[in-house]
Nanobody, 112 residues
Framework: QVQLVESGGDLVQAGGSLRLSCVAS????????MGWYRQAPGKQRELVAA???????NYADSVKGRFTISRDNAKNTVYLQMNFLKPEDTAVYYC??????WGRGTQVTVSS
């Protein structure tokens, strides 16, 4: 069974950077679509960024110009480079892989 494991979340000051990683372990095929969602307390889970195996990307307007999604198809791993972080970026970040159950997420906290 394929499992998603996120890592890289931390407490960081506004303006700082973090790099999140997610590996879809156990996958025997390249996953077409992978990405990142986030969920802040009291809010719905929202799409942050997504990327296809061909490299096409999609970003939420709130993170464009600050976040960059990338992937390693051979490893079925997706990354999220987050720069110029803002307090409103504070959330649990969840990895997404099409057809795979959600992982546990990783906490990102940005202090002002």
């Amino acid at each position: 069974q394929v499992q998603l494991v996120e890592s890289g979340g931390d407490l960081v000051q506004a303006g700082g950077s973090l790099r999140l990683s997610c590996v879809a372990s156990g996958s025997i095929f390249t996953i077409n679509v992978m990405g990142w969602y986030r969920q802040a307390p009291g809010k719905q889970r929202e799409l942050v960024a997504a990327i296809t195996s061909g490299g096409s990307t999609n970003y939420a307007d709130s993170v464009k110009g600050r976040f960059t999604i990338s992937r390693d198809n051979a490893k079925n791993t997706v990354y999220l480079q987050m720069n110029f972080l803002k307090p409103e970026d504070t959330a649990v970040y969840y990895c997404y892989a099409k057809g795979v159950e959600w992982g546990r997420g990783t906490q990102v906290t940005v202090s002002s």
